[in-house]
């Protein structure tokens, strides 16, 4: 791929409550390239990195992820949902996905194993 994988243009976040979460962020993640998001706990991190990979929109400006296949993101807080055991868990994904059951459950045994 050439060109950016990420766009982040003028992007701001203000929540309903009226938190302002993150200010006219600008940046281009080229292909290949590897970027870390550092501050203090409040500062927008969270936030940020969740426009960034699509899981909310941004209030003001614009974010285009340009990557092929899949983005991941590692959420901050355990998102793990406590009526499932771990092999479940781990297959939710997959399941989202609509894999197969069998194709599921063996990829996770791999993976946990």
């Given at each position: 791929?050439?060109?950016?994988?990420?766009?982040?243009?003028?992007?701001?976040?203000?929540?309903?409550?009226?938190t302002?979460?993150?200010?006219?962020?600008?940046?281009?993640?080229?292909?290949?390239?590897f970027?870390?998001?550092?501050g203090?706990?409040?500062?927008?991190?969270?936030?940020l990195?969740?426009?960034?990979?699509?899981?909310?929109?941004?209030?003001?400006?614009?974010?285009l992820?340009?990557?092929?296949?899949?983005?991941?993101?590692v959420?901050?807080?355990?998102?793990?949902?406590p009526?499932?055991?771990?092999?479940?868990n781990?297959?939710?994904?997959?399941?989202?996905?609509?894999?197969?059951?069998?194709?599921?459950?063996?990829?996770?045994?791999?993976?946990?194993?």
């Open positions: 791929m050439t060109g950016p994988v990420l766009e982040l243009s003028d992007v701001e976040m203000r929540y309903p409550d009226g302002h979460a993150v200010g006219g962020m600008s940046m281009r993640l080229p292909a290949g390239e970027a870390s998001v550092v203090a706990s409040g500062c927008g991190k969270s936030t990195l969740r426009i960034a990979s699509g899981l909310m929109a941004p209030t003001r400006g614009t974010a992820n340009h990557a092929t296949g899949h983005t991941g993101y959420f901050q807080d355990a998102t793990l949902l009526w499932r055991n771990v092999r479940r781990v297959e939710l994904l997959a399941e989202l996905h609509r894999l197969p059951r069998a194709e599921r459950q063996r990829r996770a045994m791999v993976a946990i194993d």
